[in-house]
């Protein structure tokens, strides 16, 4: 299976800013996905971002708060913008199929003051 | 309702145990189903696909009733180190890659 290394892997950042979070997979991928866990619950999905198109966001979430860049076939950024404490979350891309399962990264650790 | 739904927990079994996790999905087309394991301040990681006809590696069974849209996970002869969240995880039909996740169960396993 891919191999993601993510970063950064926490970040403490003031309410207002904006941080961005990268993934780089070891190998080509036509679809990354980016997805948010909130203290408590389960990964809920945020967007699909494909090389050379803009995202599909999902139901809830938004390009001018969640903006995503793909510019080529291993590697994504997500943005979170504006930032605010309820941003408070972990952050994990995620690569793979239906066949073989999905592998994700690491997870950034965002915590918002 | 949820779209996939599973009882949280916690699961507290003894060491050697068998314990049991049941899952159900509410959109009939889904098409590929997973166990994931999430440890503590860990990313989820892949414990086993689920195909129809159930599947078995080593310790672990899955299984998937298409009728009652129904998952379950066997853990056999629990170890410690089986302690961890156990994530029921749904393809959307016809969409690679939007998985929807369950919220989780969590088992302890105690010497």
């Known amino acids: 299976s891919a191999v993601i290394s993510q970063k950064p892997s926490r970040d403490i950042c003031q309410r207002g800013t904006s941080l961005t979070i990268q993934c780089q997979v070891d190998?080509?991928?036509?679809?990354m996905f980016w997805y948010r866990q909130q203290p408590g619950q389960s990964l809920t999905l945020i967007a699909t971002?494909?090389?050379?198109?803009?995202?599909?966001?999902e139901s809830g979430f938004v390009i001018d708060k969640f903006p995503i860049s793909r510019p080529n076939l291993t590697f994504s950024t997500l943005t979170v913008s504006n930032m605010s404490p309820e941003d408070s979350s972990i952050y994990l891309c995620?690569?793979?199929?239906?066949?073989?399962?999905?592998?994700f990264g690491s997870g950034t650790r965002l915590t918002v003051v | 309702r949820k779209e996939v739904e599973q009882d949280p927990g916690p699961f507290n079994v003894p060491e050697g145990a068998t314990v049991a996790f049941n899952c159900t999905y509410s959109?009939?087309?889904?098409?590929?189903f997973f166990w994931y394991r999430q440890d503590c301040r860990k990313e989820p990681k892949l414990l086993m696909s689920?195909?129809?006809s159930g599947n078995e590696d080593g310790r672990f069974t899955a299984q998937l009733n298409r009728a009652s849209q129904y998952i379950s996970l066997l853990i056999r002869d629990s170890k410690l180190s089986d302690s961890a969240t156990y994530l029921c995880?749904?393809?959307?039909?016809?969409?690679?890659?939007?998985?929807?996740f369950g919220q989780g169960t969590t088992l302890q396993v105690k010497p």
């Open positions: 995620s690569v793979g199929d239906e066949v073989y399962g999905y592998t």
């Open positions: 190998s080509q991928v036509t679809m």
């Open positions: 971002a494909n090389q050379g198109s803009e995202a599909t966001y």
């Open positions: 959109n009939s087309a889904s098409q590929s």
């Open positions: 689920v195909y129809s």
């Open positions: 995880v749904v393809n959307r039909a016809g969409n690679t890659g939007k998985l929807i």
